[in-house]
């Protein structure tokens, strides 16, 4: 974890997270989705976890998948890419390295969700 990378990371999350939900109001359960990400990959390894937030097939409160794509909107600079599984699998660069900024960036995202109001589905958090 570098504090420099994440605090570099927390405008770009903003930014997303700002188009992204445009009214501001993000659903809860990405909040619980970020918070368990950084531990998935820690236990079960990069490529398992991405394989495991891109499961369409889920049954999830919440698109799991945005995240990765939320992910991939500050990795690449870009929104045209859709699948962070996808460009860990084909990407040259070293794989550790890969895995710390999706990290730093993970965490980056997790403090800026706290910045938004989330929505419980009615109640107010």
């Known amino acids: 974890m570098s504090k420099k990378n994440i605090e570099k990371y927390i405008p770009q999350a903003i930014a997303v997270?700002?188009?992204t939900f445009d009214d501001g109001?993000?659903?809860?359960?990405?909040?619980g989705y970020i918070s368990s990400f950084g531990?998935?990959?820690?236990?079960?390894?990069?490529?398992?976890?991405?394989?495991l937030f891109e499961n369409t097939?889920?049954?999830t409160r919440e698109n799991k998948e945005y995240l990765s794509y939320i992910i991939m909107q500050i990795l690449t600079q870009s929104s045209d890419d859709r699948?962070?599984?996808r460009y860990?699998?084909?990407?040259?660069?070293?794989?550790?390295?890969?895995?710390r900024k999706i990290l730093d960036i993970s965490i980056a995202i997790k403090?800026?969700?706290r910045?938004?109001?989330?929505?419980r589905g009615g109640e107010d958090e």
């Open 17 to 19: 997270l700002e188009r």
């Open 25 to 31: 109001v993000i659903p809860s359960a990405y909040n």
């Open 39 to 51: 531990a998935s990959i820690m236990q079960s390894g990069l490529l398992p976890t991405l394989a």
């Open 57 to 59: 097939a889920a049954s």
């Open 83 to 85: 699948s962070l599984l």
């Open 88 to 99: 860990v699998i084909n990407s040259n660069e070293d794989e550790t390295a890969l895995k």
């Open 111 to 113: 403090l800026s969700i």
């Open 115 to 119: 910045t938004f109001k989330l929505d």
